[in-house]
């Protein structure tokens, strides 16, 4: 198995431009996590699936955030619109059974909103 | 207020030297403490995991330690080697399966030749 596959590595927009950061999760790990990393704040749990299903959204910073997870093999995070402030890297973490049990993080999408 | 602080903020120490990074936390219902490495531009990669039972854990070069009862946890890196360079982050868990991490924001070690 590769492990978790993120996807840009590295994503430079304009502020006011939509961003899609996406993630392919490990078969069969029933788990989804995204991330948020800055020197500031350091990571930052931002949304957490189930089994497809969003439990916790608490961590998204507003409205103009929104992550979804259509099948069990693929999530998105977008932004819309950005703001530079919403420049960090951005992980994406996979776990076979909630929060409690080992996490496996992807490479992760250094993203710069300029 | 669940609370997770690392210390030192960064070391910087010799290649061979051992060293101890620490980790304190307020987290309650707590349920699991892990350690994770990670490396410049990359995800972090768990080292240990450790529940209220255990007391200490190895993985290689490294071994963590938890006392539940003063809610401390250690990180003591043995032989350390230029590779060992890196971000360490404690990351406590707390509540049943759908709880909720919290995160230290990580000790940046710098290993020298």
């Known amino acids: 198995d590769a492990g978790v596959i993120q996807s840009p590595r590295h994503e430079v927009t304009e502020m006011g431009q939509e961003v899609t950061l996406r993630c392919k999760p490990i078969s069969g790990h029933n788990s989804l996590f995204w991330y948020r990393q800055t020197m500031m704040r350091g990571l930052e749990l931002l949304i957490y699936f189930n089994n497809n299903v969003p439990i916790d959204d608490s961590g998204m910073p507003e409205d103009r955030f929104s992550a979804k997870m259509p099948n069990a093999s693929f999530s998105t995070l977008k932004i819309q619109p950005s703001e530079p402030r919403d420049s960090a890297v951005y992980f994406c973490?996979?776990?076979?059974?909630?929060?409690?049990?080992?996490?496996?993080f992807g490479q992760g999408t250094r993203l710069t909103v300029v | 207020k669940n609370q997770v602080e690392q210390s030192p903020q960064s070391l910087i120490i010799l290649e061979g030297k051992n060293c101890t990074l620490q980790c304190n936390y307020t987290v309650s219902p707590f349920s699991n403490l892990r350690w994770y490495k990670q490396d410049t531009g990359r995800g972090p990669v768990s080292l240990t995991i450790m529940t209220f039972s255990e007391n200490t854990k190895s993985n290689g070069r490294y071994t963590a330690t938890l006392d539940a009862d003063t809610k401390q946890s250690s990180l003591h890196i043995t032989a350390s080697q230029l590779s060992d360079s890196a971000s360490y982050i404690c990351?406590?868990?707390?509540?049943?399966?759908?709880?909720?991490?919290?995160f230290g924001r990580g000790t940046q070690l710098t290993v020298w030749p």
């Open positions: 973490a996979n776990s076979l059974a909630g929060m409690n049990t080992e996490a496996f």
């Open positions: 990351v406590v868990s707390a509540g049943s399966t759908l709880g909720r991490l919290y």
